[in-house]
Nanobody, 125 residues
Framework: QVRLVESGGGLVQAGGSLRLSCAAS????????MGWFRQAPGKGREFVAA????????YYADSVKGRFTISRDNAKNTVYLQMNSLKPEDTAVYYC??????????????????WGQGTQVTVSS
């Protein structure tokens, strides 16, 4: 079993920055690819970014490429999402997740079995 706890969300003005953290406990964190997803009110869960277990590969949704950076510290069992140049359309609940399936793509939420409770990010215009 894996437990994930996100933090770092909040209210920020457009153009500002936030850094989200996701602390993991349970299974060997360093052996898993990790992802960030988000869900805005009335919308489905949307892929944001993913990072391989060795942190050698990172993937981003087109909507955040060049503005967000995913990273991880396996010694601290933590994955981060640095969000810069935030826009009102980035407003959502952000979730981190552990990828346990490799049938589909890293951007498919079905690939991820363990999820945190989410942290709210609100960007005002």
């Amino acid at each position: 079993q894996v437990r994930l706890v996100e933090s770092g969300g909040g209210l920020v003005q457009a153009g500002g920055s936030l850094r989200l953290s996701c602390a993991a406990s349970g299974r060997t964190f360093s052996s898993y690819d990790m992802g960030w997803f988000r869900q805005a009110p009335g919308k489905g869960r949307e892929f944001v970014a993913a990072i391989s277990w060795r942190a050698g590969s990172t993937y981003y949704a087109d909507s955040v490429k060049g503005r967000f950076t995913i990273s991880r510290d396996n010694a601290k069992n933590t994955v981060y999402l640095q969000m810069n140049s935030l826009k009102p359309e980035d407003t959502a609940v952000y979730y981190c997740a552990v990828r346990t399936s490799f049938v589909g793509y890293y951007s498919d939420y079905e690939e991820y079995a363990y999820w945190g409770q989410g942290t709210q990010v609100t960007v005002s215009s």
